[in-house]
């Protein structure tokens, strides 16, 4: 691997086009070009201003929830995340610009109680976050997602959460106050056992041991955790299933869910350079699994299909899995949230305002 090539401490190596972009820069004399201007290695915080902030989810893979992303692009820089592509809806690239651009949306919680305050407001569960991670690092800084909580909490709504970062742990005060009323779900991300793999594919993350540490903290808080597994990738993580789910049920994750990874549009440029330059000896060989996975392809975006895969590697992999959350999962913990205390709070809320003179945004 060559060590002027590499950019350590990201996941991806290169910037593919923007398919929304017509022309772009090239770099045709680079001993007359100033490296840094090309190169943009920290990270950038834009701060954007969205007029709302919560979106239906219409896949039939993850039905009845709203998502929710107060950022866009990450800085974790994991090399698989399915959420690349919509930078380019931004203008930016899906590779480093996905974790060097990071899109800020400050405003986000007044825009989630501006529209928990609407009169026809379903309290379906809202998902943090459905793109990128709640959690990344300038989370502790800004606070975002802390205070969508606190909104959250306030209106007892219910919500869900997914992340890699043990940051969340700063939150537990509220988590475990929205766990009390059956109003919080979390979901951490376990790819691997490997830390070395886990730098290479993750780079900016928490390490797997302090991640089995936060779903310990969370389950001794009495909060309802399990772990994604996710995503698998044939010949690079998929043997570790068993270890990952054990480790997980030891530490007090009562569910476990798994994807096998799909690299949808330019995802597929960024990951096949990284695959060849990490693992250059079974490069070919993952790759071509991951296909085998897909119909001979590296993406597949029927809903159904997309996130479990078909064929013989695909089958081995779900199998294996079941079988590891059979053997190791005992706990049976059946969690469902409270969507009927949203509605009385919320009146409760309106009750109490109007009483001030304060209502302005109830509609």
Request: proline share 4%; hydrophobic share 35%; net charge positive.
């Amino acid at each position: 691997m060559s060590e002027e090539k590499y950019f350590h401490g990201r996941g991806s190596q290169v910037n593919p086009h923007n398919r929304f972009i017509k022309n772009s820069y090239v770099q045709e004399f680079p001993e007359l070009i100033d490296e840094a201007l090309l190169q943009e290695e920290q990270t950038q915080y834009i701060e954007v201003f969205p007029k709302t902030i919560v979106n239906i989810v219409k896949s039939p893979d993850i039905p009845g929830m709203y998502s929710m992303n107060p950022y866009q692009g990450c800085e974790h820089g994991c090399l698989y995340c399915y959420a690349r592509t919509t930078h380019e809806y931004w203008g930016y690239s899906s590779g480093l610009d996905f974790e060097r651009k990071i899109l800020v949306k400050k405003n986000a919680p007044e825009l989630l109680e501006k529209a928990f305050q609407k009169k026809n407001w379903d309290p379906s569960p809202i998902m943090l976050s459905g793109n990128t991670d709640c959690y990344q690092p300038i989370e502790r800084k800004l606070e975002i997602t802390r205070k969508i909580l606190e909104v959250c909490l306030k209106y007892k709504h219910p919500v869900s959460l997914i992340t890699k970062n043990a940051l969340i742990l700063r939150d537990l005060d509220i988590i475990s106050e929205l766990a009390k009323l059956n109003l919080v779900h979390v979901m951490v991300t376990i790819t691997s056992l490997n830390e070395e793999l886990r730098q290479k594919m993750e780079p900016r993350t928490v390490t797997y041991k302090n991640r089995f540490k936060v779903v310990k903290h969370l389950a001794d808080a009495g909060v309802a955790v399990g772990i994604m597994n996710a995503p698998i990738i044939p010949g690079l993580n998929s043997h570790e299933i068993p270890e990952v789910i054990k480790a997980a049920a030891e530490n007090g994750a009562s569910v476990a869910g798994m994807t096998i990874v799909r690299l949808n549009g330019a995802i597929a440029d960024v990951f096949k350079d990284w695959l060849h330059k990490n693992f250059p000896d079974r490069a070919d060989k993952v790759w071509n699994h991951i296909k085998s996975c897909h119909g001979g392809q590296v993406n597949d975006s029927r809903f159904g299909t997309r996130t479990k895969g078909e064929g013989n590697i695909a089958e081995s992999i779900r199998s294996l899995f079941k079988m590891s959350v059979k053997k190791y999962m005992k706990r049976k913990d059946k969690f469902e949230f409270d969507t009927e205390a949203f509605g009385k709070q919320r009146r409760e809320i309106f009750l109490k305002e109007k009483s001030k003179g304060q209502i302005s945004l109830f509609d």
